[in-house]
């Protein structure tokens, strides 16, 4: 069967035709086409919701597509697919029925979780992690984290959506679009890389020894994220995922080499790159239990 997934971020939304030939073998989702068009977040909240549907459309109406899996910034309700509170990356978001929206102008069965937890379950279910209680990072304009209480049960509450983006790392430091002052994500982001070197692209930072200063910043305020996550939910694994994670070359072994052996040994890397939330989201909308949805023949 074929279905769509959607990934929403501060600045872009991704979409994807995927197909599966069985809803509960991983193995067997593939992307069959993607795009993205950009959320333009600074118009407001319907703006946002008319990029979503574009992006949905980009599929929806070349295709019979009848489920539709999405991941989207913001703690989410994933019973109903409320946005429960959203940052000012995402203005007015917060109170939004994103999942009414989208069924009054689609139809079918949707699906709307956070979409650190749509990437998490795209690497366990889809990517194959192994982890009994893995962790994922998502590197992006923030920090996402999600974590898996119950591999077994996927559906409302078996993933934690975790705020480790607000945890205060430096306290009156940078002020954070949550309105408090010093939260990670304003350190260990592509947005943290940048305000590092007072640059405009990460690619310019990352490629550049002249802002070498700034990376070393970015991996010792990532190792203090990394060593809070772990005194604080003890995940056996912590995947690394999001766009910066595509240059992870430039950095990932300076980030080990600072980490204890404790830490660094529970770090992987995630195997599905700007993938796991296209595809998370999808599988999570053919089998996961979130709130009151049509089944579908697994």
């Given at each position: 069967?074929k279905l ?6 501060g ?7 995927i197909?599966?030939g069985r ?8 992307i069959?086409?993607?795009s993205s068009?950009?959320?333009e977040?600074k ?5 946002i919701v008319e ?5 949905i459309?980009?599929?929806?109406s070349?295709?019979?597509c009848?489920v539709i ?8 309700d994933?019973?109903c697919?409320?946005?429960t509170?959203?940052?000012?990356a ?8 994103l999942?009414?929206?989208l069924?009054a102008r ?11 937890s749509?990437?998490?379950i ?10 009994e209680?893995?962790?994922?990072l998502?590197l992006?304009?923030g920090?996402?984290c999600?974590?898996i209480?119950d591999?077994?049960k ?6 934690d959506?975790?705020r ?6 430096h306290?009156?430091?940078?002020d ?8 990670a994500?304003?350190y260990?982001?592509a947005?943290g ?7 405009d ?5 990352l ?14 305020d990532f190792?203090k994220?990394?060593?809070y996550a772990?005194?604080?939910?003890d995940p056996?694994?912590?995947l690394i995922g999001?766009?910066?994670v595509e240059?992870?070359?430039q ?5 080990c080499d600072?980490?204890?052996?404790d830490v660094s040994?529970?770090?992987?890397k995630?195997e599905?790159?700007?993938r796991a939330?296209?595809?998370g989201?999808a ?6 239990n979130f709130g009151?949805?049509?089944s579908?023949?697994?």
């Amino acid at each position: 069967m074929k279905l769509i997934g959607v990934d929403i971020g501060g600045t872009g939304i991704k979409s994807a035709l995927i197909s599966c030939g069985r809803a509960s073998d991983g193995g067997s989702y593939k992307i069959l086409h993607r795009s993205s068009v950009p959320t333009e977040a600074k118009y407001g909240r319907d703006h946002i919701v008319e990029n979503i549907c574009k992006a949905i459309d980009n599929y929806r109406s070349r295709t019979d597509c009848a489920v539709i899996g999405v991941g989207s910034a913001g703690d989410i309700d994933d019973s109903c697919g409320k946005v429960t509170y959203a940052t000012a990356a995402l203005p007015g978001f917060t109170g939004l029925d994103l999942r009414g929206a989208l069924k009054a102008r689609f139809g079918g069965k949707i699906v709307v979780v956070n979409d650190a937890s749509a990437a998490l379950i795209g690497e366990v279910y889809v990517g194959g992690s192994k982890g009994e209680r893995p962790m994922m990072l998502t590197l992006g304009t923030g920090l996402g984290c999600a974590m898996i209480k119950d591999r077994e049960k996927l559906g409302c509450g078996s993933v934690d959506n975790i705020r480790i983006g607000h945890y205060v790392l430096h306290e009156g430091g940078r002020d954070c679009r949550c309105g408090k002052k010093g939260c990670a994500e304003m350190y260990v982001s592509a947005t943290g890389l940048k305000m590092n070197a007072d640059k405009d692209k990460v690619e310019d930072i990352l490629y550049n020894a002249e802002y070498a200063f700034a990376v070393d910043k970015f991996c010792s305020d990532f190792k203090k994220v990394l060593e809070y996550a772990c005194l604080t939910y003890d995940p056996d694994e912590i995947l690394i995922g999001g766009g910066v994670v595509e240059m992870a070359e430039q950095w990932w072994d300076k980030l080990c080499d600072m980490c204890s052996s404790d830490v660094s040994k529970r770090l992987k890397k995630a195997e599905l790159g700007n993938r796991a939330a296209l595809l998370g989201s999808a599988y999570a909308a053919l089998n996961g239990n979130f709130g009151m949805q049509m089944s579908y023949d697994k």
